[in-house]
């Protein structure tokens, strides 16, 4: 199983503290950041290969995942159009696997039940939370028999959950949904999100919608998540 990690863009809605940092590179406490959180919960399990894409302060992260993470294999995708494009780049970018994936951005924070329930699933999946309020600002999604029909920001009606882009995908569902990633971009369609292309695909694959149920799991996209978050890793 090997594990994409989005990590390609400028994170500007963290202010000063992006300057000279990736956005996966913020603090949370100590020396901890949000990336090496992530990477050392997910690399208590079968990982055999990290991906991690790149574009924005490409060798800073690089830099710092080689000093910290010496001994763990990663390979890095560099996507050189990031401050024009949406992550579908990056993703259209990531060789072909015949591997089952683990795919997250590169802001999000957990914690190791939450990676249990996600790894260990035996089926797509993709993270949602019925317990919390439909957030204004991230993702949504729209679900039925337990499998996810859509997913996006713009979903606002009443069967709205919220959802978070942590996914397990069966090398299959993978593979169709990257097919239809590489359509996006090849037409032209790079600065919407990967999940446009998901959502033309769900009569095709089916994504089971994990229900996390409070545990954690938040992307920090400005201040405001940041104190959120420290304050719950407290």
């Known amino acids: 199983m090997k594990c994409i990690i989005l990590n390609s863009g400028m994170g500007t809605r963290l202010e000063e503290l992006t300057e000279n ?3 996966s590179l913020v603090k949370l406490h100590n020396n901890e950041t949000i990336l090496s959180r992530a990477i050392s919960i997910i690399s208590n399990f079968e990982i055999d290969e990290f991906i991690i894409t790149t574009g ?4 800073v992260l690089r830099n710092y995942i ?3 993470f010496p001994d763990f294999n990663f390979t890095y995708v560099h996507n050189p159009f990031y401050n ?3 992550y579908i780049k990056s993703i259209d970018l990531i060789p072909d696997m015949d591997d089952d994936i683990i795919l997250l951005h590169g802001d999000l ?3 190791q039940k939450t990676a249990e329930k996600v790894i ?3 089926k797509s999946c993709v993270v949602i939370d019925s317990t919390i309020n439909i957030p204004k600002d991230d993702f949504k999604a729209k679900i039925e028999d337990d499998t996810v029909k859509y ?3 713009d979903y606002f009606e ?3 959950v919220a959802c978070q882009p942590f996914y397990k995908l069966k090398n299959n569902d993978w593979k169709t949904w990257k097919n239809k990633i590489r359509d996006f971009c090849e037409n032209g369609k790079t600065n919407v999100y990967a999940e446009n292309a998901l959502n033309e695909l769900t009569n095709d694959i089916n994504i089971y919608a994990l229900d996390l149920e409070g545990l954690l799991c938040m992307e920090v996209d400005n201040k405001n998540d940041l104190k959120k978050v420290k304050e719950i890793l407290k």
């Open 66 to 68: 080689d000093v910290n």
């Open 158 to 160: 009443n069967d709205a």
């Open 109 to 111: 924070v957990f914690n």
């Open 120 to 122: 260990n699933s035996n």
């Open 151 to 153: 997913i996006g920001v």
């Open 84 to 86: 024009k494009t949406n």
């Open 56 to 59: 924005y302060l490409d060798d």
């Open 21 to 23: 940092n990736p956005k």
